[in-house]
């Protein structure tokens, strides 16, 4: 069983960077580049050309996947907005003497990972990959694996990316893939939702999933009564630690297993994870809207302003960094831009999921971030999982009420946090929140005052270290100043 998912189809790798900074796909886009994070499989891997992933699938898998495409189950996925489409492609792109055949997947344009997922997404997550091998069932096939990371956001919904996930099932085999979808879907959700909401972090650590021992030390005794926890977490657990020195003997007992009723099986997976409930409130910023320091009148300004320095950006991608419940990235969003919206807060972010959902919407992504402790390159050669910076470069950023909290909050200078933003996008609309304000003076109520460059001179001086002003507007009603920046050359 592969123990994580496939190449992300989105943006171009950049392991193996040149000491300029440029990759082998930078210099040679023809040349074919294979994805750093995609090794697990020996059935096949990404690779890239001109910026487009393709997907090889060799020859040691050539009849499990000839069954797959032959099957109508592919259609099915695709036409149920699944699993991503793909198309034939020439066999002479593929790497080495190996393929059987090359596909065309479709590209994704921004990939996320388990671990920012707000509980909805995570949730949603796990329910799309039950409804997958609940239909793969249903034409003869298993997923032979449930990665998170076979998931990604497209238009707002989760859908499976790893076409080379499906085989033939066996007639009254248990589900192979049941450890792995307990491990990366069910832990961390009952952890979510049951402890708190933070542990979705574990998810950060243990890139292969949440260990279920380590989940079942760490729910609260009460689970064991819920019979869905105490199935496919607590005696799941005991198997697994009964076993655990005794490898040959499990797989022995899988292989003799008596004939599962994986119907059943799935639909008790799926009840429990939709009994899994988080209500979004308690943290800090969850209810930042609604105790904002503007009135309303400034608010029109300030909403005026930001629609009017945005329209006057190119690009279509704008990263909200600081989104809280994204009031500013639907604006973003209503001039046609594809949000992908930030917070720290993970109650902000499941709100503004849930309305993202709740509205029909298809472009805009909340995801759950520090800003300033950021994905870092994570896994093998730590370019498995990317870091937020080696994943795409937006169009725009937008930073509104954040550049007080990285600089005062958390100690980054305004230099830094200048270098950090141009690292990220090539325009920036950001807003300067002076230490007069509210908002400035709450943060510097319990902490000394040494931020003597703390002023808007001081601001300027520093972000023109990598940007350039293109036009500053004060934020009537309020001390604020907004400003539109682009990326010096």
């Not at 792109?93 to 344009?109: N, S, Y």
Request: hydrophobic share 45%.
């Amino acid at each position: 069983m592969r123990t994580a998912g496939p190449a992300d189809p989105a943006a171009p790798p950049t392991a193996g960077a040149a000491p300029d900074g440029a990759t082998p796909q930078d210099r040679h886009p023809s040349v074919p580049v294979r994805d750093p994070a995609s090794y697990r499989d020996p059935s096949g891997f990404v690779f890239w050309v001109d910026g487009q992933p393709y997907r090889q699938v060799e020859r040691r898998f050539a009849a499990e996947w000839d069954a797959f495409e032959a099957s109508p189950l592919s259609d099915a996925l695709v036409e149920r907005g699944l699993l991503v489409r793909h198309e034939p492609a020439p066999l002479e792109l593929a790497r080495g003497g190996t393929a059987h055949r090359v596909i065309r997947p479709e590209r994704i344009d921004f990939v996320s990972y388990p671990y920012e997922w707000t509980f909805g997404e995570l949730r949603d997550a796990a329910l799309v990959t039950l409804e997958i091998q609940s239909l793969a069932l249903e034409h003869g096939f298993t997923l032979r694996d449930a990665s998170a990371y076979n998931v990604q956001f497209r238009a707002g919904r989760p859908i499976h990316i790893d076409t080379l996930s499906f085989e033939p099932a066996e007639s009254g085999r248990p589900w192979i893939a049941y450890r792995q979808f307990c491990e990366h879907f069910l832990a961390p959700l009952a952890l979510m939702a049951i402890r708190d909401v933070r542990l979705s972090a574990l998810l950060r650590e243990h890139l292969d999933g949440v260990p279920l021992d380590l989940a079942s030390r760490l729910l609260p005794g009460r689970t064991r009564l819920n019979l869905g926890l105490a199935t496919h977490i607590h005696l799941h657990a005991r198997a697994q630690r009964r076993f655990a020195d005794r490898p040959t003997e499990a797989r022995e007992r899988v292989r003799s297993a008596r004939p599962v009723n994986q119907p059943a099986l799935l639909d008790n997976l799926r009840r429990t994870i939709a009994g899994l409930r988080w209500r979004p409130a308690g943290t800090e910023w969850a209810d930042y809207d609604e105790r904002t320091s503007y009135d309303a009148e400034a608010t029109a300004e300030k909403e005026s302003l930001v629609a009017r320095f945005l329209a006057a950006t190119d690009g279509r991608r704008v990263w909200d960094l600081g989104a809280n419940t994204g009031h500013y990235s639907r604006i973003a969003a209503d001039l046609g831009r594809e949000v992908v919206a930030f917070d720290i807060d993970p109650a902000a972010a499941e709100r503004l999921y849930a309305r993202v959902r709740a509205d029909g919407r298809s472009d805009i992504l909340p995801l759950v971030m520090d800003l300033a402790n950021p994905s870092p390159g994570l896994g093998w050669a730590t370019a498995e999982r990317r870091s937020l910076a080696d994943r795409a470069d937006a169009d725009t950023l937008l930073a509104l009420a954040l550049v007080h909290h990285l600089a005062i909050g958390r100690n980054v200078p305004l230099a830094e946090i200048g270098g950090w933003f141009a690292r990220l996008g090539r325009q920036l609309v950001v807003e300067w929140v002076p230490r007069e304000d509210a908002m400035v003076q709450r943060l510097l109520a319990t902490r000394e005052d040494v931020f003597d460059d703390y002023t808007i001179e001081g601001f300027r001086t520093a972000f023109e270290q990598a940007w350039s002003i293109i036009e500053e507007a004060p934020i009537a009603g309020t001390h604020r100043v907004l400003f539109s920046l682009r990326r010096a050359a």
